[in-house]
């Protein structure tokens, strides 16, 4: 780094040692190139870098993808995700609990989406608050919500 740092010194006082003995009319054109040399002597420690892919990526298969999803269906999954994050917020805010995992099922086909149910997966050690939590969720979103332990949930 030091030698580095030497170089480019030396290579922008060269330059400037340059444009000072240059006449006014060749003034310009000696700046230019001593910008140019400073900007080569900048950019130097990258030419060693290789940007090429190992030998072995060139040749391996693509991942086959099952079905081209479209932008609705990609959307919608992260329409469902925020929505998940949302209520498993206010699910702990609301009990205390925060969910293995929360699903919800949701109706796509009117004007604007519907959430259908909740499915929770509770910690084995919150399985015991599983009515309770569910009677709020039920009261608080007006959907039925199905509750299991573990991490297991449709």
């Given amino acids: 780094m030091k030698q580095y740092l030497t170089v480019l010194f030396c290579g922008s006082l060269l330059g400037a040692v340059c444009t000072a003995v240059a006449g006014a009319k060749l003034e310009k054109y000696v700046r230019y190139l001593a910008?140019?040399?400073?900007?080569?002597?900048i950019v130097s420690p990258f030419r060693e870098f290789e940007l090429s892919l190992p030998e072995e990526d060139l040749h391996s298969p693509l991942p086959e993808v099952s079905s081209p999803a479209t932008l609705d269906d990609l959307a919608r999954k992260?329409?469902?995700?925020?929505?998940c994050r949302v209520l498993a917020l206010?699910?702990?805010?609301?009990?205390?609990?925060?969910?293995?995992?929360?699903?919800?099922d949701m109706d796509w086909t009117s004007e604007e989406p519907v959430v259908l149910a909740l499915h929770l997966s509770l910690d084995p050690a919150e399985a015991d608050r599983a009515e309770m939590i569910s009677a709020?969720?039920?009261a608080a979103y007006g959907v039925p919500c199905y509750v299991t332990e573990g991490g297991d949930s449709p």
């Fill in 35 to 41: 910008a140019l040399l400073c900007i080569l002597l």
């Fill in 90 to 104: 206010q699910l702990f805010t609301g009990t205390g609990i925060t969910p293995v995992k929360l699903c919800i």
């Fill in 78 to 83: 992260q329409a469902e995700e925020e929505l």
């Fill in 136 to 138: 709020w969720a039920e």
